[in-house]
Structure formats: structure tokens, C-alpha cells
């Protein structure tokens, strides 16, 4: 696979995934704004990558903000509030700039170049972890699976996603080397199209058979019985298990629900929101029309027509079979994820 973003020469550059799956091209972001801008204008997208992208960004924001003797620490956070913004619904986000944040009362009297060098190191770990907790989701997703399953999938929760390997893609990855025969439906994923350019891509890409489908085709494929399993990403987890995802994630739930048809959501922990305690108060984030009336230069629906474009819906914990964590796969419910607390607080000590 392509790499989702690199760091060299003190720039952080993303793969446009604007771009894909026509070209590979990557941009460089020379400065904190410049990745914020990055991260909202979808150049890199899906949750982890955008924690992994603000780390980098953090880390920008120290250096754009110091003289040799010094750092401007009211200015680093000035800029840390910019990449705070940049959107609002993945929680990776804010989880991956509240660690990056940290380091400032460790660090506020050290020499600038420790300064540096400390905010770097600890952006290359969000990353490296990032990986290495994906393909321990796999691993833990792949025991759901079996020969022949055919895995439909929403959006896009791959390597793209991510610093690597993928999340939903991640147990699908996993499963594939696991068992015989695994195909995958991607679903289109409207109005963005992240299953169209850039699921049913990155799986062509590893060889993993897949079957690119409308939206809409969902109550169809899974009435005709060519589905097992969903397996999804997720922005969001709030503490009672609900999910936001890609809009659209919640009809796909609701019709597995109706056919019998069990749907994960997998997700690394630094996706759930513990503080935040139901899914009716994750932040919906409403993006530009013209991303639902046209793609790139191509417009399809009257100009000036009046546009609905929330980019993610909540899916009640109900309709979810379970999470697929890298701690192992919980319920979707407050007593799935106090146990995944007491894990994590367990861990810390
Ligand atoms: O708007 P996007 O493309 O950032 O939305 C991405 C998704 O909804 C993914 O499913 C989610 O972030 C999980 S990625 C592992």
C-alpha cells in the first residue's frame, strides 16, 4: 500500500486522497495551518489518520513558533485551537492533540531543541502505534470471520484511514490471510464517494476481491443473502455504545438489523468518547453542498439548489453486534466500554 503521509525535511506530506484513485500525488504541509487545511479539506481523512496528522501538526506548531532561545507557548496554542477545529466529529483529533498537549508542562522550561525534538518523537509514536493497534484489531476481528464469508463495508476505515494496515479493512486484511475464499461489497458511500475511490481501491490494491455497490443496493444485497457480515469504522464511540460513522452507516445497520446479519464497528480505543455519554451529543459536522451536488468540476444538480450534507449519522448501540478493539471485542454497551476503561486505567498503573 501507499503510505497515508510521511514526515521528511520537517514537512508533513499527505496523500491527496482527493485525488485517488486517478493519481498518486502527495501534499506538502509546511506549517500547522497548512495541515489544518489539509485535514479539512479532506486531503487526509478518516479518523486515526486525522489524529495522526494533527500529532505532526502539534508538532509544527512548536517549531513555527520558536526562536532559537525560546518557544511561544500563548502562540503553539493559538495554532493547537486551529487543528482543534478543522473538524469536529472525529474524536482522534482531539485525543491525539490532548496527548501532543501534555508535553507542554513536561517540557515548558527545556531548551528549544529538546523542545523539538521531544513533540517529534511523540507524533512518530501516535503513528507507529497506530499501526501495530490495527493489526491487532485485525486479528481480533478475524475470529468473527470464517471461509467464504463475503464482509460488506462502508466509507472507508483502511490504511488510507489510517496510519496503516486499516481498521474495518484491517479485519477484512486479517481475515483474507486467515481464511479461504473472503470477498468484500464496498458500498459507494455517498456524496463523497469513500468506498467507490477509495475502498474498492486500496482492496484492489492487495488483490482482496471486491464488489463496488450504490448505497441503496444495501436492502437489496442483503435480501438476496450475498451478505454475512458488516464491518465498519467509526468516528466517534460515546460511553453508551452508540457510533457515529459515515452518514449512511445507520441505514446499513438498520437493514442488517432487519436480515439477521451481524455488524461490527472496528475501532482503536482512542475512538471512544468517554465523556461524552450518549450519541445524540457527538458533533454532527455539516460540510459544503457542492460536495453533494457535483464532484471536483463535474455538477450535477441545479446551482442554488438548497442542500442536506451531514457527513456522518449515529447508529444506536443496539443495531451493533460489537466493537473490535485492539483490547479484544466488547459489547457496544456502557458495560462494554467501563470494561474497556478498566483496561486502559489497569494499564496505567
Ligand atoms: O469524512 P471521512 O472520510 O473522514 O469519514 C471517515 C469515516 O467515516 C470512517 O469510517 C471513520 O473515520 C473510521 S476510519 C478508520
Redesign the pocket.
Known sequence: MVETMYWADDALYLLDQRALPNEVTYVKCGSAEEISAGIQD?VV????A?GVAAAYGVTRAVQDSCSDLAVDWELVLQKIATLRAS?PT?VNLMWAIDRMTALIDQLRSSPVRVVIDAFLEEAKAIELEDVSINQRIGDHGSSLCRDDMRILT????GAL??AGY???LGVIRSASRDFENISVYACETRP?L?GARLTAWELMQDQIPVTLMADNMVGYAMDQGLIDMVV????RVAANGDVA??IGTYTVATMAKRHAIPFYVA?PVSTIDFSTASGDLIPIEQRAAEELTGYQDKQWAPSQVKVLNP??DVTPSELVAGLITEHGIVPSTSDGIRHIQSVLSGELR
Open positions: 479532506m481523512r478518516g479518523a486515526p486525522i473538524r472525529a462502508y466509507c472507508n476505515a484511514a489510517t486499516g481498521t474495518a463523497y469513500q465498519v469504522g467509526t468516528d460513522n459515515k475501532c457527513s456522518f
